[in-house]
């Protein structure tokens, strides 16, 4: 192999386990997930100049984990012995529900999270999405609020066991 | 050309940011704990937007203005933001019918701009239009929950439906800058959204039992720095931290 194939296969390599360190960062809204189950995390790259560059996405324009994911991913790589990182925030293309796999929509039902029913298109003016109570599996459920805990979510009760829970919106 | 866009960008993002320090202040002290947490949520995305756009606008000017210097450290004269995104948010039903009526533009227009030719502002639209069918959405509901409720309520969403009327007008209006980023097809054309923004409104005031105000005069200023008299008590809320400890990060 030559000198330089050598190179190439050390710096994949590297842009591997950086990739692995970033991506086992969580999302501190919704511990269960991970940047990378969320989609939020779009490319890890070695630059020439041997820099760490870590491109991400916002869920919402104004989602304040940015801040956070950003800190936790230059904690994460510097604890494994990364040097400098630049991590660019992309917003194209923009992010949508339809990125969470099936495992990560697992992951939030059993967390208590309803997740995204269906995918995610331009809305009615009106009308509501059917929502499963992550609880008990009931479709007899209403909305409280268009707005819960967090900008992503919403607020859902079930009318079978009267629990209230959070609901994922579909975006 | 690199003027106009800077301008541009800048007046959308001064939409966003006073919208957002508007709804902000209901924080604590809207009618119900669901509207305190919807109402500081979509206050939330108006910020991220204007931080995305003074971001931009900063890159374009490309003189080392961040978003915070562009956001907290410019005049009154300075921002161009429209006349109804400052006015107060009075009773519940004057900050729903503010938030019904620059939805109702917002969501159709980001729409448009996702087909901008500039990539940064098709982006960011591609983003912001989701989160305003939310605030319209919301909005709308109000609207006609409040309109079709009470004698109280249907008298007060009524007031406040006629009282933000005026500052409608400005929405569509198009001035110079506009004009050459429209023919470029950087900036959206707003004359093609008044029709659909008209049936939105007819359609969500008729259901909710009001009377559609007629066309009228409209009051207009905000682009090029006339603004209402509550503007200067805003700017002074929202830029006490960074005039009074300059540089201030969190
Ligand atoms: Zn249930």
Redesign the interface.
């Known amino acids: 192999m030559s000198a330089t194939a050598k190179f190439r296969e050390n710096v994949e390599g590297l842009r591997r386990i950086a990739w692995d360190v970033a991506a086992k960062v969580v999302d501190p809204e919704v511990p269960v997930l991970t940047i990378e189950d969320l989609g939020v995390l779009r490319d890890v790259r070695i630059a020439d100049d041997g820099v760490v560059e870590v491109d991400i996405t916002?869920t919402?324009?104004?989602?304040?984990a940015m801040g956070v994911f950003t800190m936790d991913i230059e904690t994460e790589l510097a604890k494994a012995g990364f040097g400098e990182v630049r991590i660019n925030t992309v917003?194209?293309?923009?992010?949508t529900t339809d990125w969470l796999s099936e495992e990560a929509r697992e992951k939030l039902r059993d967390y208590g999270i309803a997740p995204p029913a269906g995918k995610?298109s331009?809305?009615a003016?009106?009308g509501d999405d059917e929502v499963t109570c992550p609880r008990c599996g009931s479709k007899n459920t209403e909305k409280?609020?268009?707005?819960?805990?967090t900008?992503c979510k919403a607020?859902w009760r079930c009318c079978d066991c009267a629990e209230p829970f959070d609901y994922f919106?579909c975006? | 050309m690199k003027d106009q866009l800077f301008a541009y960008v800048l007046r959308l993002a001064d939409d966003a940011a006073i919208l957002g320090q508007r709804l902000g202040e209901w924080c604590g002290h809207a009618p119900t704990l669901?509207?305190d947490?919807?109402l500081?949520?979509?206050g939330?995305?108006?910020?991220?937007?204007a931080?995305?756009l003074y971001t931009y606008a900063g890159e374009i000017e490309g003189k080392g203005r961040d978003e915070d210097q562009l956001c907290f450290l410019r005049h009154e004269r300075e921002f161009s933001n429209c006349l109804l995104v400052e006015q107060p948010n009075g009773d519940f039903a004057e900050t729903i019918a503010r938030e019904f009526f620059f939805a109702a533009f917002m969501l159709p227009f980001w729409t448009r701009l996702k087909a901008s030719r500039d990539?940064?502002l098709?982006?960011?639209a591609?983003?912001?239009e989701?989160?305003a069918?939310?605030h319209?959405?919301?909005s709308?509901?109000w609207v006609i929950r409040l309109g079709d409720g009470t004698g109280e309520s249907h008298e007060r969403m009524q007031d406040a439906v006629e009282a933000l009327w005026i500052y409608t007008g400005e929405l569509f209006e198009v001035d110079d800058t506009l004009a050459t980023l429209i023919a470029d097809g950087i900036a959206v054309d707003p004359e093609p959204i008044r029709t659909e923004w008209r049936e939105?409104v007819a359609r969500v005031l008729s259901e909710a039992t009001l009377a559609i105000p007629e066309e009228g005069y409209a009051q207009t200023g905000g682009r090029s720095g006339i603004h209402t008299e509550h503007f200067g008590h805003l700017l002074s809320e929202m830029q006490y931290m960074q005039r009074a400890y300059p540089g201030l990060k969190w």
């Open positions: 916002p919402y324009t104004g989602c304040p917003l194209s293309p923009a992010w995610a331009r809305r003016l009106f409280v609020s268009e707005f819960g805990s900008a607020l919106k975006i | 669901e509207e947490i919807g500081a949520n979509i939330l995305d108006y910020i991220g937007q931080r995305a990539e940064t098709a982006a960011i591609a983003k912001a989701k989160e069918a939310y319209l959405r919301h709308a509901e939105t």
